[in-house]
T-cell receptor, first 112, second 115 residues
Framework: KNEVEQSPQNLTAQEGEFITINCSYS?????LHWLQQHPGGGIVSLFM???GKKKHGRLIATINIQEKHSSLHITASHPRDSAVYIC??????????????FGKGTKLSVKP | NAGVTQTPKFRVLKTGQSMTLLCAQD?????MYWYRQDPGMGLRLIHY???????AKGEVPDGYNVSRLKKQNFLLGLESAAPSQTSVYFC??????????????FGSGTRLTVV
């Protein structure tokens, strides 16, 4: 069974803190997405990773394909970062492109 | 603005009623998907399409049907709604693999309540 585990489920931080969200998955994959879901419900794709590390502004995502693990880091966190962060590995089923399997998400709340 | 548009945004149905959710994308993406999101669970794939005229079942297809008559549109139908189909539904589209990037764009969601 394809499984995705995220930790922590909930995270409260003070503004300025360094945040780490972890994701582990059960089978070999070719790529992994990190998504952000705002309190209003909209979902935005932050990163797609197949190896190494990517950085966009204060967000950094890393992946270790062999270890089946990815992390999302937020530096100098801000209240506007409050959202649910979702890990979604691209599992190899359903055709050549594969399909995403979604973690349950990590709810981040950043206090001023 | 380019992207994925879902209609309607909200709907309340009575048990046994039918309805169709519409997803439209203007990015010329080949792949389109319907997901449902329930409290305490990750998004789950209902049906997907890898191109015009093709559809396939996902993880939770029972009670739903889909059609992709035009490349830009992906319709999700509920023939006889049940309270278990109360959920938030998201449509998404993605481009074919170009290099290592599989871009996903999500719609804003449809909140459906079946009473």
């Amino acid at each position: 069974k394809n499984e995705v585990e995220q930790s922590p489920q909930n995270l409260t931080a003070q503004e300025g803190e360094f945040i780490t969200i972890n994701c582990s998955y059960s089978v070999g994959i070719s790529a992994l997405h990190w998504l952000q879901q705002h309190p209003g419900g909209g979902i935005v794709s932050l990163f797609m990773l197949s190896s190494g590390k990517k950085k966009h502004g204060r967000l950094i995502a890393t992946i270790n394909i062999q270890e089946k693990h990815s992390s999302l880091h937020i530096t100098a966190s801000h209240p506007r970062d409050s959202a649910v962060y979702i890990c979604a590995p691209l599992f190899p089923y359903g055709g050549s492109q594969g399909n995403l399997i979604f973690g349950k998400g990590t709810k981040l709340s950043v206090k001023p | 603005n380019a992207g994925v548009t879902q209609t309607p945004k909200f709907r309340v149905l009575k048990t046994g009623q039918s309805m169709t959710l519409l997803c439209a994308q203007d990015m010329n993406h080949e792949y389109m998907y319907w997901y449902r999101q329930d409290p305490g669970m990750g998004l789950r794939l209902i049906h997907y399409s890898v191109g015009e005229g093709t559809t396939a079942k996902g993880e939770v297809p029972d009670g739903y049907n889909v059609s992709r008559l035009k490349k830009q549109n992906f319709l999700l139908g509920l023939e006889s709604a049940a309270p278990s189909q109360t959920s938030v539904y998201f449509c998404a589209s993605s481009s074919q693999a170009t290099g290592e990037y599989y871009g996903y764009t999500f719609g804003s969601g449809t909140r459906l309540t079946v009473v």
